[in-house]
Nanobody, 130 residues
Framework: QVQLVESGGGSVQAGGSLRLSCGAS????????MGWFRQAPGKEREFVAA?????????YADSSVRGRFTISRDNAKNTVYLRMNSLKPEDTAVYYC????????????????????WGWGQGTQVTVSS
């Protein structure tokens, strides 16, 4: 089992920045890829970014976040980060982190599929005002 706790959300104006953190416990963090997802009001949860167990591979949702968001991890601290720059009102959502169910050595690259992840945290709210 894995336990994840997100933090770092808040309210910012458009153009601002935030860095989200996700601390993990319960299993060997460095063996698994990690993902960030978000859920806006009235919408389904969607993939934002993922990083492989080694940190050598990353993936982002699409042009809406690529170039503005950066995912990283510090395996010594059992923490994954999501740096968000140039925030827009449409980035407003609850942001969740989750761990890949499959050990990194058995996964080629990273997965974007929500059902491949588990250990969802409680989420952290990000609100961007115009």
């Amino acid at each position: 089992q894995v336990q994840l706790v997100e933090s770092g959300g808040g309210s910012v104006q458009a153009g601002g920045s935030l860095r989200l953190s996700c601390g993990a416990s319960g299993r060997t963090f460095s063996n698994y890829a990690m993902g960030w997802f978000r859920q806006a009001p009235g919408k389904e949860r969607e993939f934002v970014a993922a990083i492989s167990w080694s940190g050598g591979t990353t993936a982002y949702a699409d042009s809406s976040v690529r170039g503005r968001f950066t995912i990283s991890r510090d395996n010594a601290k059992n923490t994954v980060y999501l740096r968000m720059n140039s925030l827009k009102p449409e980035d407003t959502a609850v942001y969740y982190c989750a761990a890949d169910r499959t050990p990194g050595q058995l996964r080629v690259g990273v997965t974007r599929r929500e059902y491949d992840y588990w250990g969802w945290g409680q989420g952290t709210q990000v609100t961007v005002s115009s």
